[in-house]
């Protein structure tokens, strides 16, 4: 099998990106991957020829934009051209700059190698590295889209360290190289997590690079296809370099949509009132809700909610909670409802339910 040029390079890259996204590659933007691929040969010894897959330990950067499909629909096709263009030559130049390879375009996210196919002593590093430019380049790419009035992007990071197989698959026609494996969902299923300018590490990813870089303390999560939780680090800083992580989200815990029904009752001079209400959960989170529910709930109104996760097998009893705010939307009274008071069971199923939804385990 020959060694795909930059040029089958390119024209893999672009039927990959415009069949994704729905939007031409910019004949700039093509010149631009064109420069950047070269450099990356031409520095490197060159692509190994292998017919076979082959065992290799490996690094995968998975990015993805939060709230790409709302922007989708709000904005004209060459405004979303030159938004998309604008990101996918900046995140392309900051990952082979920092010796990674773009392994592939899904929609909005991309896949970034580091171990594969070219190796470097820091690989883990490197990636680590290349997450934080990339949220710092982010940042400054929206304040250039406030200046034109376009629309601003927000994006999440997940990282895996593991071993996986990695080789040339295709044709003369069409090749490429790429990586699978367990470790490769992995990455995927710590990306999910991810909130808006967030990049998370994943415990062997950790190891690597602790003495580098600064990190949060280690978050639970339940993955799919694991037995046991584990555990998940946000990465804050490269004190090295005088970088910090942007972080655009107030948020301390994931959020997902779903559409449950829920029953509560109101809670006054700290008595539960017997009268039973209804409601919709629309947003959950590990912390609270966004419902529509059948009565004006003001601000400060302690609550009691009963949820009932039948889809998991699971249930959340005695959850006492406070309402923020309501507002009306499509003419339904909607109210953001904070979690004041739950018992440990209870917590953890609701964080076990929010995590299934987030890796799609469950319909919502």
């Known amino acids: 099998m020959k060694t795909p040029t930059v040029s089958v390079m390119l024209k893999n890259i672009q039927a990959l990106f415009e069949g994704e996204t729905g939007v031409p590659l910019a004949a700039g933007t093509r010149a631009q991957l064109e420069s950047l691929l ?32 709302a922007i989708s629909e709000e904005h004209t096709a060459p405004v979303l051209l030159e938004v998309l263009n604008h990101y996918l030559v900046k995140m392309s130049e900051i990952a082979v700059n920092h010796g990674g390879t773009i392994d592939k375009f899904m929609g909005d996210a991309i896949m970034v190698l580091f171990g594969a196919p070219f190796a470097h002593a820091d690989d883990v590093y490197r990636a680590v590295h290349c997450a934080v430019d990339m949220q710092l380049a982010v940042c400054e790419l929206n304040k250039q889209h406030r200046a034109k009035g376009l629309p601003e992007l927000n994006m999440g990071i997940g990282i895996n360290t593991g071993e996986v197989m990695a080789g040339l698959l295709g044709s003369d026609l069409y090749a490429e190289y790429t990586v699978i494996g367990d470790e490769v969902n992995l990455a995927s299923r710590i990306e ?3 909130l808006r300018g967030q990049v998370l590490i994943s415990e062997s990813t950790r190891r690597r690079v602790a003495d580098r870089v600064t990190l949060s303390d280690p978050m639970d999560v339940y993955v799919k296809g694991k037995k046991d939780q584990i555990n998940l680090f946000e990465v804050l ?19 997902v949509e ?9 809670v006054e001079d700290k008595i539960v009132m017997p009268e ?12 609270g809700v966004l419902a529509a529910v059948d009565i004006d709930l003001p601000p400060q109104s302690d609550i009691k909610l009963s949820l ?13 909670a406070r309402a923020l705010r309501h507002f009306e939307r499509g003419g339904r009274r909607m109210t ?11 917590s953890m199923n609701i964080r076990h339910f929010v995590q299934l939804l987030i890796q ?3 319909t919502k």
Not at 237 to 255: D, F, H, L, T, Y
Not at 336 to 346: A, H, K, W
Request: hydrophobic letters at 35%; charged letters at 25%; glycine letters at 8%.
């Open 258 to 266: 779903t559409n449950m029904p829920f029953e509560f009752h109101r």
């Open 38 to 69: 070269n450099d990356a040969i031409k520095n490197t010894v060159g692509l190994a020829r292998e017919d076979q897959f082959s065992a290799r330990e490996v690094t995968v950067l998975l990015t993805d934009l939060r709230g790409f499909t």
């Open 192 to 194: 999910a997590y991810s």
């Open 308 to 320: 009932n996760f039948t889809l998991a097998g699971t249930t959340a009893t005695d959850v006492y």
């Open 360 to 362: 799609g385990g469950v």
């Open 336 to 346: 953001c409802i904070e979690f004041t008071s739950v018992n440990v069971q209870s």
């Open 276 to 287: 039973v209400h209804k409601g919709t959960i629309l947003d959950l989170s590990y912390n």
């Open 237 to 255: 800083a490269i004190p090295g370099e005088g970088k910090e992580v942007p972080r655009q989200e107030i948020r301390k815990s994931p959020r």
